[in-house]
């Protein structure tokens, strides 16, 4: 059974850092792409950051050199580590996994987590 629970999220003050978790079951590794995305009230969902199979990166430019996504298949998780953050970044952030079976592609959703950063 999929399953992505994040934790991580919480209240920073401007400059400070954050490390968002995803705990993914079955296993990190039974999925393509991995990653982040984000809503901000009144805004869309947007993708923030993934990682495939063969951990090629990709990050929207707001993130870039601030941002990291990275993946331990031992643990099964996969992590937002989140530097100089801005109050533009305040958003809930959700846990995204996708694999592709059987000639169809699943997306998967974690539940969110807030993250909310103060000036």
């Known amino acids: 059974q999929v399953q992505l629970v994040e934790s991580g999220g919480g209240l920073v003050q401007a400059g400070g850092s954050l490390r968002l978790s995803c705990a993914a079951a079955?296993?990190?590794?039974?999925?393509?792409?991995l990653g982040w995305y984000r809503q901000a009230p009144g805004n869309q969902r947007e993708l923030v950051a993934t990682i495939n199979s063969g951990d090629s990166t990709n990050y929207v430019d707001s993130v870039k050199g601030r941002f990291t996504i990275s993946r331990d298949n031992a643990r099964n998780t996969v992590y937002l580590e989140m530097n100089s953050l801005k109050p533009e970044d305040t958003a809930v952030y959700y846990c995204?996994?996708?694999?592709?079976?059987?000639?169809?592609?699943?997306?998967?959703w974690g539940q969110g987590t807030q993250v909310t950063v103060s000036s």
């Open positions: 079955p296993s990190t590794s039974s999925f393509n792409v």
């Open positions: 995204y996994a996708s694999r592709y079976r059987f000639g169809n592609n699943y997306d998967y």
